[in-house]
């Protein structure tokens, strides 16, 4: 059966650096490039719009550099960072992004790239990709590319939300509020004003003196819910 194609978007404020990557491209039947981007502007609205696969991202562009354009965005797609600066590289793994391609970019680099690629999306045999939405998080100088089915609890610190996900709680600028709009409801409780719990890593559930209840998480993290909240829980019948 064949398989539907990997949508890919270029973003690049060089239009030869793109052609380059067109050309490149080209010998990959299973890849379909679905638009372009000069700047994390005309991105942004591309992404909303085309919803690709992978972006295949330069990292320093006039303006908002690459790095921008992810913690802009609500979900992320794959990325491939593409630069002619090596100094990026750690920072770029960091997030865990797929690759590092440093320009001028060798056609057997990308092909490996592209690979791993379809292997992290999981494409089905309908070309669906069966891998879970992504989310950006930079704190400081350090940034992650994160698997949203990974992160166990956000937690509200004013205009910031902290996550916690493999050991780690980074800060992000962003409300719970925010957060929670785009976070599926069937995976994701908000338990109070203050946290919103994976319900994948919930452990074991009490009541507590208030008339709430108690969800005991991984390394022994408990986190109470509201007695207003109280009985959506229950009746999820965890």
Request: hydrophobic content about 50%; charged content about 25%; glycine content about 6%.
């Amino acid at each position: 059966m064949n398989r539907e194609p990997m949508r890919v978007l270029l973003v690049d404020d060089e239009r030869l650096a793109r052609a380059e990557l067109r050309r490149l491209l080209a010998a990959h039947p299973e890849i379909a490039v679905v638009g372009e981007a000069a700047n994390a502007e005309q991105a942004i609205a591309q992404i909303a719009a085309l919803r690709p696969d992978l972006l295949l991202l330069d990292v320093q562009m006039p303006g908002a550099s690459g790095f921008d354009l992810l913690q802009a965005l609500d979900t992320a797609p794959e990325v491939i960072f593409t630069t002619a600066f090596d100094q990026y590289a750690l920072r770029a793994f960091e997030v865990n992004a797929l690759d590092y391609l440093q320009k001028p970019i060798q056609a057997g680099r990308l092909a490996a790239a592209l690979q791993r690629a379809a292997l992290r999306l999981g494409m089905t045999q309908a070309g669906k990709p069966a891998a879970p939405g992504k989310l950006f998080i930079r704190d400081g100088e350090r940034c992650w590319f994160v698997a949203l089915d990974s992160i166990r609890l956000f937690e509200s610190e004013g205009n910031y939300t902290r996550v916690y996900f493999d050991g780690v709680r980074p800060l992000m600028l962003r409300s719970l509020t925010q957060l929670e709009e785009r976070l599926d409801p069937e995976c994701f409780l908000r338990a109070s004003r203050r946290h919103i719990v994976n319900l994948a890593f919930v452990e074991r559930m009490t009541a507590n003196a208030a008339g709430g209840l108690d969800l005991l998480l991984p390394g022994g993290m408990t986190v109470e819910v509201s007695r207003r909240r109280a009985a959506q829980v229950r009746s999820l019948g965890l």
